[in-house]
DNA sequence: GATACGTGGTA
DNA sequence: TTACCAAGTAT
C-alpha cells in the first residue's frame, strides 16, 4: 500500500527536477519515500506522520529488536501477536518469562526475548513505564545496541540520530564506492551516514534510507534505474554495485551431531527441559538429550524406558554448526519419575513453544507415535 | 577484533 | 543441496 504524497506539488508539475536542491540527497530520498513508504504494522507513514500522528514508542522498541537480523516477513506475525498479547510496555514487563519465551520461539536468536523481558521491567521499573527519548539513555537498555538506540530515537522521539544497519552499509558502501571489506569498513561508512543524516524528519529518513536498501538497492541485482540516488551512486557510474559492499569471508560450519529423547505419557504430557538462560536456545524449551559436539554422544536417557529411535534425523543449521539430531522415542506409564525434566501436560505445553530444531524433532517423533498407534 | 547467537527465503 | 543473506547485540 502506498503512502498518500505530502508534496502534491511535486505531482502537478511534471517537468519539475527530481532533486528539491541540487544535491541535496535527503531531499531526494524522502521524495521517494514519501510515495514509496511500504506499509508495516507498526509504522506511522509520512502521510499520517505529516499529519501529527506519532509512533508508539513501545510499538517502535518492539519491532526493531524483533527486526534485528530478521527480516520484515518473519517478524510482522510476531509483532501482531505480542501487541495483541501486551499492548503496553507494562503489559509486557508483567508476562511470564515462559509465555514470552514461547511465543518467540521460531524467531531466533533468543538472547533477544530475554533481553526483551528485562529491558521492558527496567522501562517499568526505572523509567515510570516511559522510554527514554535519546539515544545515549536508550543504549543503555539491555539488547538496545548502537543501531536500535539510533532507529527508537530518530523513529519515535525525531532525533537527528543516525541507523547504520545492514541495509545502510551497502547503500553507503555504494554511494561513495568504497571498497574496504566489511565488518573494517563499518567505521568509515557510518561517518558516511551520518554526513547525510538530516535534521528535517530524521525518522522517515531512517526508514527510508532502510527500504531504499531493501527494496532498489539490494544485495543482487539492485534495480539502479528506480533509485532516486541513481545519478550521485559512485558505485553505479563505475559499475561496482553489484560487487559492493565487499566481505571478509566467513568460516565454514562443522557437522555436529546429538541425541534427543522424547517421551509421551499415556495421558499425553510430553518430558521436557527448559535450558539455560545462557548459551544456544537459551530459555527456551528442549527435549532432553546429548551435547552437541563433533562426535555422537551417549547421554543416559531422562528416564528408564524401551526407547525406540525414529528412522529419520532431524537436521538442522545454526549461525556456526550444521546439526544431525538422531531421535529416541518412548511410550511412558503414568506414575514413572524422569530423572531429568518436567512433564509437561497438553494444556501446559504447545507445540509452538519449541524453538524450531526441537519442533522439527517433535514432528518426526509424532510420526512414529502415530505409526505406533 | 573475533566469536556466539536462529531462522526462513532465495538463487 | 548448499551457501548466502536479513532493520545487531553481548561478551
Request: aromatic share 8%; with cysteine.
Amino acid at each position: 500500500m502506498r503512502e498518500t504524497p505530502i508534496t502534491p506539488a511535486a505531482r502537478t508539475k511534471p517537468d519539475a527536477p527530481r532533486a528539491t536542491r541540487p544535491g541535496d540527497l535527503s531531499a531526494d530520498l524522502l521524495a521517494w519515500y514519501d510515495q514509496h513508504a511500504r506499509d508495516m504494522p507498526w509504522r506511522t507513514g509520512p502521510a499520517a506522520r505529516a499529519a501529527g500522528q506519532r509512533p508508539d514508542p513501545y510499538h517502535i522498541w518492539l519491532s526493531e529488536v524483533m527486526l534485528q537480523q530478521t527480516t520484515v516477513a518473519a517478524v510482522r506475525a510476531y509483532f501482531l501477536r505480542f501487541t495483541a498479547l501486551w499492548p503496553t510496555v507494562a503489559d509486557l514487563a508483567a508476562a511470564e518469562d515462559a509465555r514470552v519465551m514461547g511465543e518467540w520461539a521460531g524467531l531466533g536468536y533468543y538472547a533477544r526475548a530475554r533481553n526483551l523481558l528485562k529491558c521492558a521491567r527496567v522501562v517499568v521499573a526505572g523509567h515510570g513505564g516511559q522510554f527514554p527519548d535519546n539515544r545515549a539513555a536508550l543504549l543503555s537498555l539491555p539488547g538496545v545496541g548502537p543501531y536500535t538506540a539510533a532507529a527508537i530515537a530518530s523513529i519515535a522521539f525525531d532525533r537527528s540520530e543516525t541507523v547504520v544497519d545492514g541495509n545502510v552499509e551497502r547503500v553507503m558502501a555504494r554511494l561513495f564506492d568504497i571498497h574496504t571489506p566489511l565488518p573494517a569498513a563499518k567505521p568509515e561508512l557510518t561517518e558516511k551516514a551520518a554526513l547525510l543524516t538530516p535534521h528535517a524528519r530524521p525518522g522517515d529518513y531512517a526508514q527510508a534510507v532502510m527500504d531504499l536498501g531493501a527494496t532498489i538497492c539490494t544485495p543482487r541485482k539492485p534495480a539502479c534505474a528506480l533509485c532516486p540516488w541513481h545519478d550521485p551512486c559512485l558505485a553505479r557510474a563505475r559499475g561496482t554495485a553489484p560487487d559492493l559492499p565487499r566481505k571478509t569471508p566467513k568460516k565454514a560450519k562443522p557437522i555436529r551431531l546429538g541425541i534427543a529423547y522424547i517421551a509421551r505419557r499415556t495421558d499425553g504430557a510430553y518430558l521436557l527441559e527448559r535450558r539455560p538462560d545462557k548459551g544456544l536456545l537459551g530459555g527456551m524449551l528442549g527435549w532432553p538429550g546429548s551435547d552437541w559436539a563433533e562426535t555422537t554422544p551417549v547421554p543416559a536417557p531422562p528416564i528408564e524406558a524401551d526407547w525406540q529411535p525414529v528412522p529419520e534425523e532431524a537436521r538442522h543449521t545454526f549461525t556456526h554448526f550444521h546439526l544431525r539430531l538422531q531421535i529416541l522415542t518412548a511410550q511412558i506409564d503414568q506414575g514413572a519419575n524422569p530423572q531429568r525434566g518436567t512433564f509437561l501436560p497438553p494444556e501446559d505445553f504447545r507445540p509452538s513453544d519449541l524453538p524450531t530444531v526441537m519442533r522439527k524433532a517433535f514432528d518426526l517423533a509424532h510420526a512414529s507415535f502415530v505409526d505406533r498407534n
